[in-house]
C-alpha cells in the first residue's frame, strides 16, 4: 500500500503562483511514477502531468509552459511548480502515484484562480 499527503493549494489572483507538493510513504517501489491529475466543477478528471522516478516528463498541452513538474527521490516527494495560473486551471489537483504493483491516489487540494 502507498499512502500520498497533498500540501499546497489555495486562492490566486490570475497571473500568480502556486506549488503543490506530494509526498508518498508505505511500500514504495523504486520505479515509479508521481504526478497531477485534475478536476473541475461538472467536468471529467483530465492528465496535468507526470514524472518518472527516472525524471522522465509528460504534460498536457493545457498547461505547458507554465507548470512544471519535480520530484525528491529521496524523499519520495513530487513537486508541482504552476505559474501563469489562469481561471480555467481552477479545480481540484488529484496527486497520482503509480508503480507496477499499484495504482494510488492523493486527497486532493483545491486550486482557485480568480480573474
Known amino acids: 500500500q502507498v499512502q500520498l499527503v497533498e500540501s499546497g493549494g489555495g486562492l490566486v489572483q490570475a497571473g500568480g503562483s502556486l506549488r503543490l507538493s506530494c509526498a508518498a510513504s508505505?511500500?514504495?517501489?523504486?520505479?515509479?511514477?508521481m504526478g497531477w491529475y485534475r478536476q473541475a466543477p461538472g467536468k471529467q478528471r483530465e492528465f496535468v502531468t507526470t514524472i518518472t522516478s527516472g525524471g522522465s516528463t509528460n504534460t498536457a498541452d493545457s498547461v505547458k509552459g507554465r507548470f512544471t513538474i519535480s520530484r525528491d527521490n529521496g524523499k519520495n516527494t513530487a513537486h508541482l511548480q504552476m505559474n501563469s495560473l489562469k481561471p480555467e486551471d481552477t479545480a481540484i489537483y488529484y496527486c497520482n502515484y503509480w508503480d507496477p504493483i499499484g495504482n494510488y491516489w492523493g486527497q486532493g487540494t483545491q486550486v482557485t484562480v480568480s480573474s
Open positions: 508505505g511500500t514504495v517501489f523504486s520505479s515509479n511514477a
